[in-house]
T-cell receptor, first 115, second 112 residues
Framework: GAGVSQSPSNKVTEKGKDVELRCDPISGHTALYWYRQSLGQGLEFLIYFQGNSAPDKSGLPSDRFSAERTGGSVSTLTIQRTQQEDSAVYLC?????????????FGPGTRLTVT | SQQGEEDPQALSIQEGENATMNCSYKTSINNLQWYRQNSGRGLVHLILIRSNEREKHSGRLRVTLDTSKKSSSLLITASRAADTASYFCATDRNNAGNMLTFGGGTRLMVKP
């Protein structure tokens, strides 16, 4: 079946602009995760959704970052007033259940470049 | 700092040789997973080992877990050029939902 999809695949934006990244999880997966991968920081967790709620927002780096999930499916990650240090690949993953023993399936990522 | 740390950071071997990558972590875990990444994009899940398991096999992959030493190893046998990628371990900490904490990764190059 279809895997996790993300759009856009690449985004170049000017410093100070807002960007919105989209994630379509695998159908039926209740848990959805956002991660960020950058050269200096490796892979870091941002936020996790169980259904439409986000019990863990601990990884969001600042209040410029927000995310929502509607209908237990699509999620959007919004970065306001982008900064150059926001440049990274943003990866989305979903799993069947938020329980510990379910593997996470990753999307291809969105490469964000802030100029 | 990252929960998991891979060792070595980079590994270069000839096709047909075995590749061993190690991962250490700091806190108690529910499970440990290994992922592969090509060209800095999507991660592919390779294998998951639970905290009560010691060894697991999947095709040419063998993973071990030593919870007393808080370490894991990934062995790829009879490597192929197509195995060239970055390999990451990821841990799911107790009482932290299913948030994965990744190590810095091992860049494996398999020369034909």
């Amino acid at each position: 079946g279809a895997g996790v999809s993300q759009s856009p695949s690449n985004k170049v934006t000017e410093k100070g602009k807002d960007v919105e990244l989209r994630c379509d999880p695998i159908s039926g997966h209740t848990a959805l995760y956002w991660y960020r991968q950058s050269l200096g920081q490796g892979l870091e967790f941002l936020i996790y959704f169980q259904g439409n709620s986000a019990p863990d927002k601990s990884g969001l780096p600042s209040d410029r970052f927000s995310a929502e999930r509607t209908g237990g499916s699509v999620s959007t990650l919004t970065i306001q007033r982008t900064q150059q240090e926001d440049s990274a690949v943003y990866l989305c993953a979903s799993s069947l259940d938020p329980g510990s023993y379910y593997e996470q399936y990753f999307g291809p990522g969105t490469r964000l470049t802030v100029t | 700092s990252q929960q998991g740390e891979e060792d070595p950071q980079a590994l270069s071997i000839q096709e047909g040789e075995n590749a061993t990558m190690n991962c250490s972590y700091k806190t108690s875990i529910n499970n440990l997973q290994w992922y592969r990444q090509n060209s800095g994009r999507g991660l592919v899940h390779l294998i998951l080992i639970r905290s009560n398991e010691r060894e697991k096999h999947s095709g040419r992959l063998r993973v071990t877990l030593d919870t007393s030493k808080k370490s894991s190893s990934l062995l790829i046998t009879a490597s192929r050029a197509a195995d060239t990628a970055s390999y990451f371990c990821a841990t799911d900490r107790n009482n932290a939902g299913n948030m994965l904490t990744f190590g810095g990764g091992t860049r494996l190059m398999v020369k034909p």
